[in-house]
């Protein structure tokens, strides 16, 4: 007897998802490393840089290299325990860098608005307000291409360890990716300025919580979530966001069936009441159903608050899991 696990991959299956997987990546490596600009001008003063973006496919290949070599080194030695950490910490590194740089296009983006407000109609002004909408767009097509390579960076991650790569803080989203992780902040927040846009996606949302400890049954979880997703065939998936157990397998679930997944991660600053804030505020998002997997006492909450709001609910024990035979 032995527990289920999907999570073991040979290299001949990682082989086979890179290949498989290739053309369609190429296409959105090509997309997000087009651009328009001939030449741009980096900070007030700095020289022009004429020179290209980076060959897609090259771009492509070399991000597949990097986590797949470090995984093929360290396989079958007493340090592949610790591949699965460098190699999220490889993907970190693309996502802090595009996020760095997306600081620095809101900044341009400043500039721009300020320099509308001062317009003069002289030359030098014209000049200025040129510059900085080059320094934008190069902002802006850059770190549509660092995202890019960090998606594509996430899904090897994903395809070697069965496991999909998730941020330590913030949203998971970029025009390029058909599947989003998205931080409860940033999608309350873009709920209540109303904005439509990749922070508050629509269609109908399922909630789903369980314990971190004692489960490992992920046909059952899956089984159970794909039941839902057929009787909401748009849904928009809440978790309560843990790295292991129940919610682990969940967004495994998510990236896999390119579903939209909310994480609700708990606040230090409410102490001891984080976890039932968070389960008011995933009840309050009006989900359309409920998936709730025995656990703690933040569980017993959510069920609770699921049956007094009548949101249709699943309720799913540990004595419901099976056992796979060897």
């Known amino acids: 007897m032995t527990k289920i696990n999907h999570a073991d991959r040979m290299p001949s299956d990682i082989a086979t998802f890179i290949t498989q997987e290739t053309v369609a990546t190429t296409d959105d490596f090509h997309a997000a490393f087009a651009s328009d600009l001939d030449g741009v ?37 007493r340090l592949e325990p610790a591949a699965q950490r460098l190699a999220w910490g490889i993907v970190n590194s693309f996502h802090h860098v595009a996020d760095q740089w997306e600081g620095q296009a809101d900044k341009a983006t400043r500039q721009i608005q300020d320099l509308l407000r001062r317009a003069d109609g002289s030359e030098i002004h014209s000049v200025e307000l040129e510059q900085a909408r080059d320094e934008l767009e190069y902002l802006d097509e850059a770190t549509e291409a660092l995202r890019c390579m960090r998606d594509h960076a996430a899904d090897v991650f994903h395809t070697e360890t069965g496991r999909p790569w998730s941020a330590p803080k913030g949203s998971l989203v970029s025009s390029k990716r058909t599947a989003s992780v998205i931080a409860a902040t940033d999608f309350l927040a873009a709920r209540r300025q109303r904005r439509t846009d990749a922070h508050n996606p629509q269609g109908p949302i ?42 682990a397998m969940a967004a495994a679930w ?4 390119k579903v939209t997944l909310i994480t609700f991660r708990l606040s230090a600053k409410l102490g001891k009441r984080a976890g039932f804030v968070r389960n008011e505020q ?7 159903e409920a998936l709730v997997c025995e656990g703690s006492g933040l569980q017993s909450h959510l069920a609770r ?14 004595s419901d899991q099976e056992w796979e035979a060897q």
């Open 41 to 77: 001008r980096i900070g007030r003063g700095g020289e022009e840089m004429a020179t290209d973006m980076p060959d897609p496919r090259e771009a492509q290949f070399a991000v597949e290299l990097i986590v797949t070599t470090l995984f093929d080194a360290l396989r079958d030695t």
């Open 282 to 288: 995933m009840v309050g998002l009006r989900p359309v």
């Open 305 to 318: 608050l699921v049956r007094e709001k009548r949101i249709p609910a699943r309720f799913l024990r540990l």
């Open 206 to 247: 399922v909630i789903f919580s369980g314990g971190a400890e004692c489960w490992f049954d992920d046909r059952l979880i899956w089984g159970k979530l794909d039941e839902a997703k057929s009787r909401n065939p748009m849904m928009v998936l809440a978790t309560t966001a843990q790295d292991k157990g129940c919610d």
């Open 254 to 257: 998510a990236a896999s069936r």
